[in-house]
């Protein structure tokens, strides 16, 4: 079975600008979550969708967006770009039950410049 | 909100001895909690699993307790081997509030051979 995958892996982007990143989950999986891990932060939870429906958020500003499709793909969106946005962002997916063990992609690393 | 402290922040053992990172939390309604592994530039693994209803579980050299009464829940790592060298995250989640888990600040853990 494949794994998460994550696109593109790596983003250089201008304050002010806006980027979008692409997440296919392990087939059957339903749930897909966004993380952001940076050294002085480590992992913060952005998102989690589940069935195209936001089912829970993290404490991000609303700079942070995501979506879910009906194949279960998601993406992410971060408008007006900040220099604290550079991390890594990391996608996990699972079958969406209670507590269901998470599967990460390798993540997309943006730095914004 | 939940809240995971994760102490030591470095840990370095000799290969052949054990290795113990120690977790506390906040929410006593958080009833799972997962290790991850990350290898450098690498995706977090999920290496163990605890939910609340179980006080131990064993996997190889891998074992994981959790103390519910004083909400704290520990990693060993028995005859640490080079390629258990590794940042370890723990992270907590309740199960009612989808897939939301809560991550400790990391343990980067160094085996001299």
């Known amino acids: 079975k494949a794994g998460v995958t994550q696109t593109p892996r790596y983003l250089i982007k201008t304050r002010g600008q806006q980027v979008t990143l692409s997440c296919s989950p392990i087939s059957g999986h339903r749930s897909v979550s966004w993380y952001q891990q940076t050294p002085g932060q480590g992992l913060q939870f952005l998102f989690e969708?589940?069935?195209?429906?936001?089912?829970n958020k993290g404490n991000f500003p609303g700079r942070f967006s995501g979506r879910q499709f009906s194949n279960s793909r998601s993406e992410m969106n971060v408008s007006t770009l900040e220099l604290g946005d550079s991390a890594l962002y990391l996608c996990?997916?699972?079958?969406?039950?209670?507590?269901?063990?998470?599967?990460f992609g390798n993540g997309t690393r943006l730095t914004v410049t | 909100g939940e809240n995971v402290e994760q102490h030591p922040s470095t840990l370095s053992v000799q290969e052949g001895d054990s290795a113990v990172i120690k977790c506390t939390y906040s929410d006593s309604a958080s009833n799972y909690f997962p290790w991850y592994k990350q290898e450098l530039g690498k995706r977090p693994q999920l290496i163990i699993d605890i939910r609340s209803n179980v006080g131990e579980k064993k996997d190889q050299r891998i074992a994981v307790t959790l103390n519910k009464t004083a909400k704290h829940f520990s990693l060993h790592i028995t005859e640490t081997q080079p390629e258990d060298s590794a940042v370890y995250f723990c992270?907590?989640?309740?199960?009612?509030?989808?897939?939301?888990?809560?991550f400790g600040g990391g343990t980067r853990v160094l085996v001299k051979p």
């Open positions: 969708y589940f069935s195209e429906t936001q089912r």
């Open positions: 992270a907590a989640s309740w199960g009612a509030a989808g897939n939301k888990l809560t």
């Open positions: 996990a997916s699972s079958l969406g039950d209670s507590n269901s063990p998470l599967h």
